[in-house]
């Protein structure tokens, strides 16, 4: 979510840090309310994520930030979607950083959008995601 967007839907707002200590790039893992949580700065837009990945609980925020890699044609590949994606440090999952959501399994994701309201991911597809934006020059996240 864009830094003028960010509401909390009626959650807790958090202060994390000035946002000049987050430059676009960079991550800070946090406690807030008992849960390790990843705030991160993705050219200038913040999202936050549980650091506990759905597959087996490694600490998810602590791997590394990656592009999207799509292969439009047999042997070769483009880098889409720059800084996006975290993959997971111990069996490297890939999570969009913007949604928690997973990379490998989009279809099913799509087919339980949260528009339609039909259903909500299964813990498998989905890291928890949290509202994060800079407000008055402090980096805050909504739990
Ligand atoms: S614990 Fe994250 S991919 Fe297995």
């Not at 949604?99 to 399994?105: E, I």
């Not at 949260?114 to 407000?135: C, I, L, S």
């Amino acid at each position: 979510m864009s830094v003028g967007e960010a509401s909390g839907g009626g959650r807790t707002p958090h202060p994390v840090c000035a946002a000049a200590e987050l430059p676009p790039g960079r991550r800070r893992i946090v406690t807030i309310e008992g849960k390790s949580i990843g705030v991160f700065n993705v050219g200038g837009r913040y999202f936050a994520l549980r650091n506990r990945c759905p597959h087996r609980g490694a600490p998810l925020c602590e791997g590394q930030v990656v592009d999207l890699v799509t292969a439009p044609a047999p042997y070769a590949w483009e880098n889409e979607r720059f800084g996006e994606i975290i993959r997971c440090p111990w069996h490297s999952w890939e999570f969009d950083l913007t949604t928690g959501r997973s990379v490998c399994h989009p279809d099913s994701i799509r087919t339980k959008s949260y528009p339609a309201g039909v259903a909500a991911p299964t813990e498998h597809d989905r890291a928890e995601a949290y509202e994060a934006a800079e407000r008055g020059g402090v980096v805050v996240v909504w739990v």
